[in-house]
């Protein structure tokens, strides 16, 4: 439909609420129980992935995905495991962020948009490779309570998944403009993984992992409908 428009889902808990399924299911209720605080804590380093992404597409030449690439994931790692150190707070650390995703969203929300010019059909390879690019990110983060800590893991989680592949195909097929269209309106969606994970936080415990997963998406979903609401009504985007 349009960048902004994919920018601003793929912001939303998918890859977050798989992660955190799966993390259950292996290691049980309580280990993510711990975990999902350091998954807002995460986002910090899915933000500065973001801002890493969107600097680098002021660039254009030969190498430019590449450089997006290598400098978002410099980005992503340093505050990863600077984080990885500072224990996160059930009260200031979800303010903190939710506090920075809007100011993000604010300040991306004055630069513009650009549209796809030549709209194309999603081909078969490029459903393969996002498929397989995204199965592998899951597999590997999925897997990482077995040989890293609890903090470690849970910032992880937070890794942006979802909107990975996506940035590279657009990246590839179109330009740098409708890559940091997406990369801009990515933080607008960031906000509700928040809510999402200290849902889970609240409700894993005492209703498990089926129905802690509902509430938790319902939750988010309509915290991004009521941010929505809000920020246009007082015409801050």
């Known amino acids: 439909m349009s960048p902004k428009l994919s920018g601003i889902l793929s912001g939303l808990p998918v890859g977050s609420s798989i992660t955190l399924i799966f993390f259950a299911i292996e290691n049980g209720v309580d280990y993510v129980t711990n975990v999902a605080l350091y ?14 992404y969107y600097i680098s597409t002021f660039y254009k030449g030969k190498l430019e995905v590449t450089l997006s690439l290598v400098t978002s994931f410099i980005f992503y790692l340093v505050i990863a495991l600077i984080l990885s150190y500072v224990p996160p707070h059930i009260v200031f650390t979800p303010l903190i962020v939710i506090s920075l995703m809007l100011i993000a969203t604010i300040y991306f929300s004055k630069k513009e948009n650009y549209k796809i010019e030549k709209k194309e059909k999603i081909s078969f390879s490029d459903l393969v490779f996002r498929s397989i690019l995204t199965i592998t990110i899951f597999l590997i983060v999925s897997s990482l309570p077995q040989y890293v800590s609890a903090n470690l893991a849970g910032i992880f989680s937070a890794f942006p ?8 195909i657009i990246h590839f097929r179109h330009s740098n403009l409708q ?8 933080p607008f969606g960031l906000s509700s993984v928040v809510i999402y994970s200290l849902v889970v936080y609240f409700t894993y415990g ?4 089926f129905w802690g997963t509902i509430i938790a998406l319902i939750a988010s979903v309509s915290y991004v409908a009521i941010q929505s609401k809000i920020l246009k009504y007082f015409k801050i985007v």
């Open 39 to 52: 998954n807002i804590h995460g986002l910090f380093a899915a933000l500065s992935f973001c801002i890493g």
């Open 161 to 168: 998944t979802i909107l990975l592949p996506l940035l590279l």
């Open 179 to 186: 890559a940091r269209t997406i990369i801009k309106n990515t």
């Open 206 to 209: 005492p209703y498990g992992i």
